[in-house]
């Protein structure tokens, strides 16, 4: 059990907007201050998509956001497209000084 | 631009051990600490250990403890994973991923980019 929750799936409709959450469930990963959102294609390598809870990296649309209230950090996805079906994953330093990753959200445009 | 180029994949035998490389361009590859995170198919991602280019050092998760060995080669810019006593739950893609930081230091940094995944299959 990933000290790191996130629903297993969500879904939404082009042009919605949809958002996937993670929940630090475990005091280890302490201070929860720091938290970046990775998109995975299948079969392809993980791409960043926010850093810092909130910071998009150049060449990511604007259209992926983030944000974080107390234990819970929230990726949000705009006006969803076809080509944002993927699995997206929360990451988040410890107090241990290791880091762990949420258990991953499929996300489905319908 | 900043890249990660691992080995190909690996097909072991149960016991035995692999090493996968990770080699690193378009940067100054001892400013950088490198991480490396498996994928078992089907499932989610989960981090295995750190290394430093810079000294050498490493931090393994307690999993792994025992069983993994993070090196590097600064003449070559490429850093290793090298997993023993393979089992066949060891299956899986391994990623090597550089660590960024900005002024939040260590604690606040993020995996990019990520290499494109080396699979190894261990059966018998």
């Known amino acids: 059990q990933s000290a790191l929750t996130q629903p297993a799936s969500v879904s939404g409709s082009p042009g919605q907007s949809i958002t996937i959450s993670c929940t630090a469930t475990s005091s280890d990963v302490g201070t929860y201050n720091y938290v970046s959102w990775y998109q995975q294609h299948p079969g392809k390598a993980p791409k960043l998509m926010i850093y810092e809870v909130s910071n998009r990296p150049s060449g990511v649309s604007n259209r992926f956001s983030g944000s974080k209230s107390g234990n819970t950090a929230s990726l949000t996805i705009s006006g969803l497209q076809a080509e944002d079906e993927a699995d997206y994953y929360c990451?988040?330093?410890?107090?241990?000084?290791?880091?762990?990753f949420g258990g991953g959200t499929k996300l489905t445009v319908l | 631009q900043v890249q990660l180029v691992q080995s190909g994949a690996e097909v072991k035998e149960p016991g035995a051990s692999v090493k996968v490389s990770c080699k690193a361009s378009g940067y100054t590859f001892t400013s950088y600490y490198i991480h490396w995170v498996r994928q078992v198919p089907g499932q989610g991602l989960e981090w295995m250990g750190i290394?430093?280019?810079?000294?050498?050092?490493?931090r393994y998760a307690q999993k792994f403890q025992g069983t993994v060995t993070m090196t590097r080669d600064t003449s070559t810019s490429t850093v290793y994973m090298e997993l023993s006593s393979l089992r066949s739950e060891d299956t899986a893609v391994y990623y090597c991923?550089?660590?960024?930081?900005?002024?939040?230091?260590?604690?606040?940094?993020?995996?990019?980019?990520w290499g494109q995944g080396t699979l190894v299959t261990v059966s018998s």
């Open positions: 990451s988040s330093y410890t107090s241990s000084s290791t880091w762990v």
């Open positions: 290394i430093n280019p810079s000294g050498g050092t490493t």
């Open positions: 991923a550089r660590y960024y930081y900005n002024n939040g230091g260590y604690p606040s940094g993020w995996f990019d980019p």
